[in-house]
């Protein structure tokens, strides 16, 4: 059975949504966690895709926001007749469809939006919640931000001003109510934290998305934890179900390394996984880095003390933090998936097996090209750390030292599989 935290009677928890268009489903994962960590809020504010990601947690219908965003399409989202895509679409033809129905018809039409918030918008769960809501949107044909709370909305226009929150102009046409034009609440605030302390909450989590728009400064000193991606997540206009369920676990994960249940930056790990591995590898690592670096001349040193990691690791002491850093970068370098929660053990045998599947390059050629100075533009990450990994398994450095200056992180992490390896328990 999970915790809830119980709070006194006059302390409530505010969960913010930013605005970020399909960056969305990053939200619903954080939320997700927040469940698992106990942490149910009692006052939820949004902007845009924040206040309907909103409107479904205050109904209590986070599984159906899952199902919706692990679903998510193009087609679901636009009229394909007005908005033709093929299925893998490069970005850049994405952004010319949305510049092109601007300049056409001033935006893209809203209407099968406003047909999936039909669906999934529940008066009775929606005012019987204890759970309060507010959103922002932006009046254009009055130029003031609108404010709409459960206290000032009515039942029937309750979809209208969330569509009015989510109507992303240019992208999408300004949405008419009554006899004025609204548009995306981000115009205004995309952060609404103000709205959330107006309705009660003596502490904030904000979940905030990094999308475009202005923020206003809190009025008010009151604890806030942001939660906010790590990871490079999709385009916000870009609708993919599988970009979305990736987003759905980077919201998660992030959300629980942000409260100390998991580890890691950019990767995530199990509790304690990387305290261990540094236990385990650090000061053999840092032993090896000085053996191998003293073998080579002053003019080799001094140019590699002009990498931020190298000098570090020779100047200083060993640190758990670019320890960490370096780890993780090595997993970019042989691209592990950065959605998947690790254990280290599993971690360091995924790497070693990218190691023995990477094709190392041959070393004239790399020499060539650092000659001809178009090397970052011809060598392959995993095959420099390959070559250097061999070089350091048959302790023979004098063909790729001169290369070393210039791929310094790439040279540390074949020293860091080096070390691995030689001390390895799962093979």
Known sequence: MRRIFKRDNNEKLGLVLSGGGSKGAYEIGAYLALRHLGKR???????SIGAINGLLIVQNDWRKAIRLWKKISFSLIYDENSFPI??????KDIYKLYIKSFIN???????????????????RKFFSSPVDYGLVTYNLSKRKPVFKTKNNLKSNLVKDYVLASASCYPAFKPYRIGHDLFIDGGYYDNMP????????????IAVDLRAVGFKQPNKLNVPITVITPRNKIVPFLVF???RSREAIRFGYNDTMKTFGKLEGNVFTFRKRSLVNNYKRYGVIFEDTVHKIVKRFDKGIIGKILSTSLFKTFLADKLTYENFNKLIEKAGQSFGLPEDNIYNIRTFNKALLNELSKARGNELNDVLTRVKERNVRNFINVQGIIKLFFEAISKNDFEGVKRLIPLFADEFLIAIYLYVVRQ?????
């Open 86 to 91: 093929c299925d893998n679409p490069e970005l």
């Open 105 to 123: 018809d001033g935006g893209l039409d809203i209407e099968k939006l406003k047909l999936l918030l039909n669906d999934v918008y529940n008066p």
């Open 423 to 427: 001390r390895v328990s799962f093979y």
């Open 41 to 47: 809020p009692d006052v939820v504010t949004g902007t």
């Open 193 to 204: 934290v103000n709205l959330a302390i107006d309705l009660g909450a003596t502490e904030v």
């Open 240 to 242: 993919d179900k599988s």
